[in-house]
């Protein structure tokens, strides 16, 4: 059973950063891809950012330029990078793994204050 696990929200200023980190159980390598999607109150979730295993990544535009994904096989964890965060980006903040199915992590909640 594989298990997907966020950490790195908190409470931060606009313009501050955050990482966030999803360390999976087992080889993430074995996905054909990863990524962050977030939900904020009363909005779907949405995509955020996606790695697939050849490296290859894609962004919302909502936050090209200012969130990096990328990944760590060696510690089978992917982290998003979130600088210039915004009030907008406030939001519970999930990982999500693709292989013959999709594996979904609890979540971290990202405030932005003012």
């Known amino acids: 059973q594989v298990q997907l696990v966020e950490s790195g929200g908190g409470l931060v200023q606009a313009g501050g950063s955050l990482r966030l980190s999803c360390a999976a159980s087992?080889?993430?390598?074995?996905?054909?891809?990863i990524a962050w999607y977030r939900q904020a109150p009363e909005k779907q979730r949405e995509l955020v950012a996606a790695?697939?295993?050849?490296?290859?990544?894609t962004y919302a535009d909502s936050v090209k330029g200012r969130f990096t994904i990328s990944r760590d096989n060696a510690k089978n964890t992917v982290y998003l990078q979130m600088n210039s965060l915004k009030v907008e980006d406030t939001a519970v903040y999930y990982c999500a793994a693709d292989s013959f199915r999709r594996y979904w992590g609890q979540g971290t909640q990202v405030t932005v204050s003012s």
């Open positions: 790695i697939t295993k050849s490296d290859t990544t």
């Open positions: 087992g080889s993430i390598f074995s996905f054909n891809a």
